[in-house]
């Protein structure tokens, strides 16, 4: 356990430290502030964040340890969420030549951050997170 928390502690420092290079190019640079840079901008920092919540590693059994691993999963989902953004307006873009991407932004807000809200509440549901070396994962249910 103490090793796969050191590996996940480093790859996730690295992480943390390419995915702030990118928000804070993108907050200095003011011309960077177009559609495409933004949905790179959301993606780095909902990986900045799921890689800040899991360098927190694991605090003491509690209400701490709880908000570390809701607050992973939530960004981590977004993460992903946000690579799909990009791919489907890629895909628009480029494959079906439609310039109205810049008008779904808000509807891209709605799905990344929504879809990682439900999905971070239908984990709660039940006590069977499955296996693991943090708090918050358990290794079977309780009260059966």
């Not at 990986?47 to 809701?70: E, H, R, T």
């Amino acid at each position: 356990d103490r090793i796969l928390t050191a590996v996940n502690a480093g790859a996730s420092a690295l992480s943390f430290l390419g995915s702030a290079f990118i928000v804070l190019c993108y907050v200095l640079f003011k011309e960077l502030r177009k559609f495409s840079f933004k949905l790179v901008f959301f993606l780095a920092l909902s990986d900045m964040l799921c890689s800040f919540f899991n360098i927190v590693g694991d605090p003491s059994k509690g209400f701490f340890c709880y908000a570390q691993g809701y607050s992973t999963h939530f960004f981590c989902v977004a993460s992903f969420l946000w690579t799909t953004t990009i791919a489907f307006t890629l895909h628009r873009t480029v494959v079906r030549h439609k310039t109205d991407v810049e008008d779904l932004g808000p509807m891209f807000h709605l799905y990344v951050w929504g879809t990682s809200l439900a999905m971070t509440v239908i984990r709660s549901i039940g006590n069977d997170y499955g296996l693991g070396a943090w708090c918050w994962t358990q290794t079977g249910q309780t009260g059966k």
